[in-house]
């Protein structure tokens, strides 16, 4: 494979790794073009695990016969940019984590009908727009058994590059599409039952044996600070809250979506 030193910022063939925003690399008018970055070895590993097509790597010198020796080797003959530790963070405008970074061919967006079609247990992700969050959602849905991802248009990409990182790759082992609003309609022609995770008057504890009792059940978690919209919660078959203790009203939308993903698990 083509190993090239990069001795300026202006180095051909970078510009997915420096200049080219999030919104570029995902080009929505070409989308069979777009592209991705994973950031250290552990999540490029499991990116290839999933069968994701790597079109080059930038790596720090000192990790081509190290951490990235594997990943090189993995990565057939696609051109690797190399250079000291301080003119990558220059041409990155951060550290790389663990020296690697790859770029990768984007999926085209599957079909819900195809995501959904096995599928028992499901989280619809409506307008979260945090990166952290949304890598630590699909973390905890990949661990307790989500079969699938859903996220409104509003809502962060699960292929920006922090939240891939944060997701320590998991973002490429649970299946997922976007859905338009409304999403109850959507669902309910595809037999499940929708559960707003939300604080209403007529909401229902998330260890109600209903719940449980659901083959297929879609769970609507909303947004960091204002939660779901009042249409969203109207639409949906249930209102669920998480009960809870000392006054506290509510959890970060990532740690509420773990603790109803494993309530709520397959048995």
């Known amino acids: 494979m083509p190993i090239i030193e990069i001795t300026s910022l202006e180095c051909p063939g970078v510009e997915v790794y420096s200049t080219l925003t999030e919104a570029q690399l995902r080009n929505r008018l070409e989308p ?121 248009p509003t809502s962060c990409d699960p292929l920006n590059r922090r939240a891939v990182r944060v997701s320590m790759g998991s973002v490429f082992l649970v299946p997922w599409t976007w859905i338009d609003d409304p999403v109850t309609p959507r669902l309910n022609e595809l037999g499940f039952s929708t559960a707003a995770m939300a604080l209403t008057d007529d909401s229902i504890a998330l260890d109600d044996p209903l719940l449980k009792s659901k083959p297929r059940l879609a769970l609507i978690m909303g947004t960091e600070g204002d939660g779901l919209s009042h249409e969203a919660i109207a639409d949906a078959n249930h209102v669920v809250r998480i009960p809870m203790q000392h006054g506290v009203d509510s959890l970060n939308v990532a740690a509420a979506a773990a603790v109803a993903f494993w309530e709520l698990r397959k048995t």
């Open 32 to 152: 069979d073009k777009g592209i991705f970055i994973a950031e250290s070895p552990k999540v490029i590993h499991v990116a290839l695990d999933a069968g994701y097509e790597p079109l080059s790597l930038l790596c720090e010198r000192r990790h081509i016969t190290g951490d990235a020796a594997s990943l090189i080797e993995r990565c057939g003959n696609i051109p690797i940019y190399t250079g000291e530790r301080e003119l990558l963070a220059a041409l990155t405008g951060y550290t790389l984590t663990r020296g690697v970074l790859c770029a990768m061919r984007r999926p085209l967006p599957r079909p819900i009908t195809d995501i959904c079609r096995d599928a028992q247990r499901i989280v619809v992700i409506d307008g979260v727009t945090d990166t952290t969050n949304i890598g630590a959602i699909f973390r905890s849905a990949a661990a307790l058994g989500i079969d699938a991802v859903l996220l409104t």
